[in-house]
């Protein structure tokens, strides 16, 4: 009769997300983050010093689930729940790399999610702000930050699409939420000589990389496709010649 | 009689498969759902191999399953493992995304296709004893099992307006229980003790309070949370309605999808925006179909939401057009081609949105007339010429998913046929997203190309232009050639936009604002160019690492780009994560493909060894026959559903259609077989091949005549075209049953097999249609038939 209710149980009482902040960094998991940053992230091709530091440093196991504890330094998106992900290291070594932020610069990231893009840019920079529209993951990544000791990071429960306008303008702004434009409130707190990235793509398949640079009054667009999409381009471009 | 049951179960089954196709289009993505419900199906084949063991074992064993109580048993076994799997796997929280880190998401996979093989395990082996053990009445059974599956299809058509999802599954699961006092008892009254009398009784009672506990407590409201259909928390709905002020304020269920019209002060949408705009845009309503696919509201007193669209990559054929006086939109999601048309100021505004409910909703909230037609139809039927032609479909967020999905929006067809529609100096607008490596606007590209030659363009390239940004291209194809590109070129200037094809543009001018490593879709699309000019565009095809070949209405898969051949190349461009490639609809039919040949070899080699060799084996023939009888059906039914998408413009409606209609009409077939020896086979045989010849030259003219004619007649036609297939198709199976077969084990085992000919039939097919067209499997469908005939020679 146990064995049956416990089945019961195990099958029909959905996996509810328990985040692993508690748990306390170890000899294997510093190790699994090493490993991390030397070969998926340095070997292709990320070299910035300070954003490698911040990669080996930030606890990326206190971010996930603890069901997926033992994928937490692999390098993959991992569903956090409510239909949402923590990107993949290279992916979030690369878009803190492009900002090329220094310690006092301003950064606003949009959509804070789990908290781990922004841990890793307040071992950067001195001013970071995050906002989350969705309340579970803003309370979630502000008590997993506030228990690791983050206690720069200004994150707020609001609607990014706005920005942050008391703490504009921004030297860099990180979009991490899934957008079909890029909102002009944010483009308008953007500093001269700015930067703005974003990804594209669905994490589960592959991303791009977008970075906006102001300029004056232009706005420079460059997609970054990183070491991922290398071999498709440059195949699709000397391989098929009619 | 034995017919009420099996034609309850056939009703029951075939409304549990429709249904089910439905709430895994809205709980996961569709690929994914194909993966499942084809695994599940196998309990059909799976009972025939039970029964055929069965039949094989001691003498007493088989005659168990005769009587009145096991029948009944049987009945409220598929009942319960109905409404029990559904209820069960509705709340498994089973989750794609984290089967390659969470293992026991395995666990959770493999109990999703046990589940749901269940009651397609009872319910295949209650049709299977009814042939075993009356095979003089297979004819009848057949009917009734054909009749009733027929009318199965219809039933969610008909009560899902009324119903949700999670109430059919409950009331289809529940029907056949009302067989139960109907099922013969062959005691016979006169024979039956009172201890009968008492196991009847109690039986009775059991029977009663199943079905107390299965249905009413899930359809009270205490109960509604086991069996309301969610969507999955990836979709698009799932995501907004986590955001504050969020609300779902009116559902729609149709056989089409789910509808749901949300209110959101968060909703936003305007793909190809310019990075020049600087103001918010604000809009506050939305349609989400089956959780995904949202179509954002305008309203028409809402002018302030407007003006960004003179900022899109989309309002670029409108500023091309100044005097433009007249537009048709087809919607497919999305919605930003009407703030476009109001910022045009045209007047004369057509917009088409197949979806009725969805239809409705745009019409009420934007206050334009909008009809409900599929989109090619109304073309086919439509006098009409139209300054604008703008279409609008987004397409999916995750490359390769949308890669088994049907789209007659964007074949070369569908190009010639909005051509035909323009005014003299008209012009067709198409936004799409921006992939890399460049595919989609090649495809699209060429697609224009090939229906601006059919039309007797000469240059066709001058009559095509290609703006982007970082993420949206637009396609413009104008009635005209573009012989002077200053009025677009201006208009990409302004806002920041790259040209990509334009004729006298430079490399330079296609990266300017958004910068790639190198402009790569202008070097392909001029490399596609050139090979049209020197008729060299198939060596093209053939050398790209896509495959971006433009489409057909004969091959309408605008998202397939995989190369089997450039797999391994594909495999490390996505980083070596075999997951990924699993996000492709296209390698998930490999994979289930290769499971469903396994299960079928298990399940077909099983019975074999249980053999006594006294008893009399199915012959190699035998085995022959019903396999073939079973793949040529499906091979012919696909054909007609994938075929049929074109005339009603969505894939269920034409399973539906198809389905009912052949079922029906084979079930006349069976009935007629009844009364007719076996030797009406050497005629009905070789008539059937002939007929499905004539379809293979014939349909597509047909095809094209229904789509002039109105809904009713278009309908009354696509059916009337079955009528002579499927009657013919109902002959060879229980004729077959009847005098081709001797034993109960082998009519069991006849039955095992015609199941997994269906299923592994079903499953390549999908593969053989995107790849080498429609048509093909008629050919097929033509070859089985042959099989057919030449093995019930060698009988």
Request: hydrophobic share 45%; glycine share 6%.
């Amino acid at each position: 009769m146990k064995k049956t209710i416990l089945a019961f149980v195990f099958f029909v009482v959905p996996a509810l997300p328990n985040y692993a902040e508690t748990v306390s960094d170890s000899p294997e998991f510093a190790k699994a983050r090493n490993q991390m940053v030397r070969t998926t992230i340095e070997e292709r091709g990320v070299s910035d010093a300070k954003v490698l530091s911040a990669m080996q440093t930030v606890p990326r196991h206190c971010f996930v689930p603890k069901d997926l504890l033992p994928a937490a330094y692999s390098d993959r998106p991992l569903p956090i729940g409510e239909g949402q992900t923590i990107s993949q290291p290279y992916v979030v070594a690369l878009m803190t790399e492009i900002l090329q932020l220094q310690k006092d610069q301003r950064v606003l990231e949009i959509g804070t999610g789990s908290g781990y893009q922004a841990a890793v840019l307040a071992q950067i920079s001195r001013h970071v702000h995050s906002i989350e529209i969705k309340r579970k993951l803003y309370e979630q990544a502000n008590k997993t930050l506030k228990s690791l000791g983050y206690n720069t990071i200004q994150i707020r429960h609001g609607d990014g699409y706005f920005g942050w306008p008391e703490a504009a303008p921004f030297d860099a702004i990180m979009i991490t939420a899934a957008v079909d434009h890029i909102p002009p409130p944010l483009l308008k707190q953007l500093k001269e000589g700015g930067r703005l990235a974003l990804p594209l793509g669905n994490p589960f398949s592959y991303q791009n990389l977008v970075l906006v640079t102001k300029q004056g009054n232009d706005l420079i667009v460059k997609q970054i496709t990183g070491v991922l999409f290398v071999p498709m381009t440059g195949y699709a471009l000397k391989e098929s010649s009619p | 009689m034995i017919s009420n049951s099996v034609f309850l179960i056939g009703f029951s089954t075939l409304a549990f498969e429709v249904l089910l196709t439905r709430i895994f289009s809205i709980s996961q993505f569709n690929h994914l759902s194909f993966m499942v419900i084809s695994i599940a199906l196998f309990g059909f084949a799976a009972s025939g191999t039970f029964l055929s063991i069965v039949n094989t074992g001691q003498i007493g064993r088989p005659r168990y399953f005769s009587t009145w109580k096991s029948t009944a048993v049987l009945i409220m076994l598929y009942s319960a493992t109905t409404i029990g799997s559904f209820i069960i796997l509705n709340n498994l929280p089973l989750d794609y995304f984290r089967l390659p880190v969470e293992p026991v998401q395995i666990l959770y996979l493999l109990a999703a296709f046990v589940l749901l093989a269940l009651p397609f395990f009872f319910a295949g082996f209650i049709v299977a004893l009814a042939y075993t053990q009356r095979p003089e009445k297979t004819g009848l059974i057949y009917f009734a099992t054909m009749c009733g599956s027929a009318l199965g299809a219809i039933f969610p058509v008909l009560l899902l307006p009324f119903f949700n999802e999670g109430q059919l599954v409950i009331f289809s699961a529940i029907i056949p229980l009302i067989g139960i006092p109907l099922i013969p008892n062959k005691a016979g009254k006169n024979q039956t003790t009172s201890k009968h009398r008492k196991t009847n009784r109690i039986l009775w009672i059991l029977a009663g309070l199943a079905m107390l506990f299965n249905a009413i407590y899930p359809l009270s409201p205490y109960g509604d949370w086991l069996i309301r259909v969610k969507p999955s928390p990836y979709k698009a709905l799932s995501q907004i309605l986590q955001f504050p002020d969020t609300r779902i304020d009116q559902t729609f269920n149709n056989i089409r999808g789910r509808i749901d019209r949300v209110t959101s002060p968060y909703i936003r949408f305007a793909p190809g925006l310019s990075l020049r705009y600087m103001e918010s845009i604000m809009q506050h309503e939305a349609a989400f179909s089956d959780g995904d696919n949202q179509l954002v509201f305008y309203p028409s007193d809402a002018q302030d939401q407007y003006p960004f669209s003179t900022f899109t990559l989309s309002y670029s054929g409108y500023d091309l057009c100044p005097n433009a006086k007249s537009v048709l939109a087809i919607l497919q999601g999305g919605g930003t081609a009407i703030p476009c048309i109001r910022a045009s100021k045209i007047k004369d505004i057509t917009i088409v949105v197949e979806n009725p409910p969805l239809a409705a909703m745009v019409g009420q909230r934007s206050g334009l007339a909008v009809i409900s037609q599929p989109p090619r139809a109304f073309l086919a039927a439509s006098p009409r010429h139209f300054d604008i032609i703008h279409v609008e479909n987004w397409g999916t967020s995750i490359p390769g998913s949308a890669a088994l999905d049907q789209n007659h929006l964007f074949t070369t067809e569908a190009f010639r046929q909005y051509l035909a529609h323009l005014t003299s100096e008209g012009l067709i607008i198409i936004s799409r997203k921006l992939l890399l490596p460049p595919a989609d606007c090649l495809r699209l590209w060429a697609g224009a190309y090939e229906g601006l030659k059919m039309t007797g363009a000469r240059n066709p390239g001058n009559h095509l232009a290609i703006i982007r940004n970082w993420d949206t291209f637009t396609l413009l194809i104008s009635k005209q050639p573009f012989l002077e590109g200053a009025r677009l070129e201006k208009f990409a200037r302004d806002r920041n936009f790259d040209l990509v094809f334009l004729p006298g543009i430079t490399a330079e001018q296609a990266n300017r604002f958004n910068k790639f490593d190198a402009p790569f879709h202008f070097v392909e699309i001029n490399r596609l160019a050139a090979a049209y000019l020197r008729g060299e565009e198939n060596a093209y095809f053939r050398s790209y690492f896509l495959d971006i070949r433009p489409q057909s209405d004969n091959r309408p898969f605008p998202g397939r780009h995989l190369k089997w051949l450039k797999i391994t190349s594909l495999y490390r461009t996505l980083g070596s994560r075999l997951y990924a490639l699993l996000m492709s609809g296209e390698i998930v039919v490999s994979v289930v493909f290769f499971e469903a040949l396994a299960v079928s070899v298990f399940l077909l080699f099983l019975p074999l060894f249980f053999v006594r060799r006294s008893a009399k084996k199915p012959s190699l023939p035998q085995g022959l026959y019903f396999f073939a009888v079973g793949s040529g059906f499906m091979f012919i039914e696909l054909f007609f559903i994938k075929k049929y998408i074109l005339l009603f413009g969505d894939p269920i409606i034409s399973f539906t259609v198809v389905v009912a209609g052949i079922l029906i009409f084979s079930s006349f077939g069976g009935a007629w077989s009844q009364k007719k020896e076996k030797s009406v086979l050497k005629r009905a045989l070789p008539v059937l091949i002939v007929v499905l010849v004539l379809t293979a030259l014939a349909l597509n003219g047909l095809m094209n005549y229904l789509l002039r004619f109105s809904t009713i007649w278009r309908y009354s036609g696509a059916v009337l075209i079955l009528l002579p297939i499927g009657f013919l198709m109902g002959l060879p199976f229980p004729i077959g049953m009847r005098d081709l077969l001797d034993t109960s084990m082998q009519r069991a085992y006849a039955w095992s097999l015609n199941g997994c000919a269906s299923i592994l039939t079903s499953i390549v097919s999908a593969q053989l249609a995107i790849i080498f067209g429609i048509s093909l499997l008629l050919g097929c469908a033509i070859a089985a038939y042959l099989i057919v005939i030449l093995s019930w020679q060698h009988m």
